[in-house]
């Protein structure tokens, strides 16, 4: 029993082997001829390329020395195209390009053909074309914000996420000349910086698109524009030292011979003296500094250092900080200093707001700095006097606090002990609050500053300026946001420098539906 099922095993897969050779030959029959196999070399490695309307194939023949045609078939052979190739040996790449492609995919058979009019076994691979339906669903990468401005000399523009397929954003704007600028920014860039426009002209972007990642053809979407800012040249003048006073130093070294060695050397306006720190009992190594009160409220736009004169062993690196109240400090930068230059200059292109400079010497060869003079450049922000002002417009106020608080005025007495309050007797107004101001005279405006009713936390946290010349038509300065958990003043630099005879304070958000404020000045200079 056991020899006969084994015999049916071996029959059942003679048949089986048979059949399956019958049925390859049915698969090749189209290359057999009067009993003899002869294939032509076939495409190997073959990659298509998505274009408009047309799409790329390529593959590899080896050692194809008779082959000399390429058919292309598609639409299940409905459509084809031969091509004539004279090959290379040992290996060759072969490009083709097919044009005037309906738009969508495809299925492609590939076979060669050699002299003798044999044929390769066809390979099939698939393909896409694309046209108006993909151009369709494309939009320009989007444009988040155009930030900067006014006296900022460079524009931040922000962009969103990159859409598939996107590589890259063309932008065009005029430049300060009025020579057309293009740049062009990558999907992986969230941010583009423009350095120098035209001011109030039109910044144009189109994005560019491929549908596929080896595409030979690339896809641009029609441009956008946006208007960009006004640019304000900054021009700073050297600032007067003659009330300046320092304030605070690591050290100094009256044994050079005052007034040379002391801090107060180097703001003098003499580069015959200098200021050194000590040597003298002690030998203290870098950092070393001095702070000055300028008195004033300056937008810096520039400082310039002059070294000891005939003396480069000296400090090579150097610190500048800013303050407002000679407390709280910002750091402007760290910067080289050539010990061998006898001046060098420093912009600063954020042009901060300061009462305070403070110049820290970092690094040297030596233990001891020194520094014959310290210059800043830029505009002073005096506070305006206010006796002349007048209130000539305003949401509400409340005499329920008891005059003169609750009163729009007492926000201009110079008392940080009263302030103004918005209704809330007899009803409960919410957001926006506003005070105008007749300053009785055109002012260039820098700033202005702010200081919450003293002790109370419960106020705004957000308002805007608005500046105007009739006291009719306003501009829109812009949005501060607000610390209402300081009794400090606050100051808000305007960057558009606007010239202005009346200004609006408009509280728009806070937690509570009022709004209160102790004092608001106005910084800057009358205009002659």
């Known amino acids: 029993m056991k020899k006969l099922s084994i015999l049916f095993t071996l029959i059942f897969g003679v048949a089986f082997f048979f059949n399956a050779c019958q049925d390859m030959e049915d698969i090749h029959s189209e290359y057999l001829r009067d ?17 408009h309307n047309r799409i790329a194939l390529k593959y590899y023949l080896i050692n194809a020395v008779n082959i000399n045609k390429c058919v292309i078939e598609w639409e299940d052979g409905a459509s084809s195209k031969t091509f004539d190739i004279t090959p290379s040996v040992p290996l060759d790449s072969i490009d083709f390009i097919l044009t005037d492609m309906e738009e969508k995919s495809y299925i492609f058979k590939i076979h060669t053909i050699d002299k003798f009019g044999n044929r390769s ?51 065009m704007y005029k430049n300060g000349a009025g020579e057309m600028v293009s740049k062009i920014v990558s999907p992986e860039d969230d941010i583009t910086i423009i350095k120098d426009w035209e001011s109030e002209s039109e910044m144009s ?30 021009k700073g003048e050297k600032i007067d030292k003659t009330n300046w006073e320092i304030v605070d130093f690591s050290t100094e070294e009256p044994g050079e011979g005052a007034p040379n060695g002391l801090a107060s050397a180097a703001i003098d306006n003499d580069l015959g003296t200098f200021w050194h720190t000590q040597w003298d009992g002690a030998s203290p190594g870098y950092p070393h500094f001095f702070t000055v009160d300028m008195k004033d409220v300056v937008k810096i736009n520039k400082i310039e250092t002059f070294r000891r004169s005939g003396d480069n062993r000296g400090q090579t690196r150097f610190e500048i900080q ?20 006898a001046s060098q200059t420093y912009q600063f292109s954020n042009l901060p707001m300061a009462r ?14 020194f520094l014959a003079e310290l210059d800043v450049y830029g505009q002073t922000a005096s506070k305006l006097d206010r006796s002349e002002w007048e209130v000539v417009d305003f949401s509400t106020e409340e005499p329920g606090e008891g005059a003169p608080n609750g009163l729009v005025t007492a926000a201009l007495d110079g008392d940080l002990g009263t302030f103004w309050h918005t209704q809330w007797d007899g009803a409960s107004p919410g957001y926006p609050h506003f005070f105008t101001v007749d300053m009785k005279k055109t002012v260039k405006i820098l700033a202005v500053d702010c200081s919450r009713r003293q002790g109370d936390a419960r106020g705004q946290t957000k308002f805007k300026i608005y500046t105007s010349n009739d006291g009719v038509n306003f501009d829109d ?29 408009e509280a728009i958000e806070g937690p509570n539906f009022f709004a209160f404020l102790a004092e608001f000045n106005v910084y800057g200079s009358v205009n002659q």
Do not use: C, H
């Open 35 to 51: 009993g003899n196999i002869i294939y032509a070399p076939k495409p190997l490695t073959i990659e298509t390329f998505a274009g």
């Open 121 to 171: 076994i066809k390979e099939q691979i698939t393909g896409s074309s694309y046209a108006a339906k993909y151009q369709s669903g494309l939009t320009n990468r989007s444009l988040v914000s155009v930030e900067g401005g006014g006296t900022t000399d460079s524009l931040i523009v922000t962009w969103g996420t990159a859409p598939n397929g996107n590589t890259g954003v063309e932008v």
């Open 205 to 234: 972007y189109k994005s560019f698109f491929i549908p596929e990642e080896t595409a030979i053809d690339t896809f641009v979407v029609d441009p956008s524009s946006v208007t960009l800012p006004t640019f304000i040249e900054f």
């Open 322 to 341: 800013t303050s407002l109240d000679g407390v709280n400090y910002t750091s402007q930068g760290s910067f080289d200093y050539d010990p061998n230059s």
């Open 356 to 369: 305070y400079i403070k110049y820290t010497a970092t690094a040297g060869p030596n233990f001891f700095a």
């Open 477 to 505: 300065q812009g949005t501060f946001n607000f610390n209402p958990n300081i009794n400090d003043v606050q100051m808000f630099p305007l960057a558009f420098l606007p010239d202005a005879r009346y200004v609006k304070y």
